[in-house]
Each structure stands twice: as structure tokens, then as C-alpha cells.
Nanobody
Framework: QVQLVESGGDLVQAGGSLRLSCVAS??????????MSWYRQAPGEERELVAV???????TYSDSVKGRFTISRDNVKNTVYLQMNSLKPEDTALYFC?????????WGQGTQVTVSS
């Protein structure tokens, strides 16, 4: 079973930057074959997809973060990153990492990002 550990969340002022990391272990297939995603969930809200890094190298982003956030992966370090720039108070949420392979998903515990105005 894949284990995912997120880190990098913090309290930051609006306009600031953070980089989240998610280290994966325990996977059956090679890390590079997994689709890796970042989700976030604000209090009282549903979990929403933020960004996806596909196994083939492509990426997608939600409209709310496009142009500000960048997802990347290091297939040697088994790590996926989320670089977040120009942060806004509405980016405040618990950020989760997800791995997906053959319809089986695994989730991390999340890392808290709080953006003050």
C-alpha cells in the first residue's frame, strides 16, 4: 500500500509563496507510473482538485490556481511538489497528496496552509 507524507504547510501572508512536498513509499509499481495529484479542503467545503502530474509528464490545474501554482515530480526521490506563488486568503485549506494507479487511490494526512490578509 502506498504511503504518502505531506509537508511544507505554514502560515504565510497574502502574496507570499510556499512549496509543499509529498514523499511516497510502499508502492507496488514504479513511482513514475503513478498519477500524482494535490487536493485541498477548506473548512466547511468539499475537497477540490488543485493540480495533477501525470505519469507521462503532463500537468493540469484548476482554474483557481492556474498561473500561480506549479506541480512537479522527482521520480528519483519519489516526491511530488506543489509550488504556490501569489497566495491568496482563499487558498487557505488543508492540502492533500493523492496517488492513483489502476483505479486504486491513496491519500496522505494533509498539510495545513493558512494565508493571512
Amino acid at each position: 500500500q502506498v504511503q504518502l507524507v505531506e509537508s511544507g504547510g505554514d502560515l504565510v501572508q497574502a502574496g507570499g509563496s510556499l512549496r509543499l512536498s509529498c514523499v511516497a513509499s510502499g508502492f507496488t509499481f514504479t513511482f513514475s507510473s503513478y498519477v500524482m495529484s494535490w487536493y485541498r479542503q477548506a473548512p466547511g467545503e468539499e475537497r477540490e482538485l488543485v493540480a495533477v502530474a501525470y505519469s507521462g509528464g503532463g500537468t493540469t490545474y484548476s482554474d483557481s490556481v492556474k498561473g500561480r501554482f506549479t506541480i512537479s515530480r522527482d521520480n528519483v526521490k519519489n516526491t511530488v511538489y506543489l509550488q504556490m506563488n501569489s497566495l491568496k486568503p482563499e487558498d487557505t485549506a488543508l492540502y492533500f497528496c493523492q496517488s492513483s494507479q489502476n483505479g486504486y487511490d491513496s491519500w496522505g494526512q494533509g498539510t495545513q496552509v493558512t494565508v493571512s490578509s
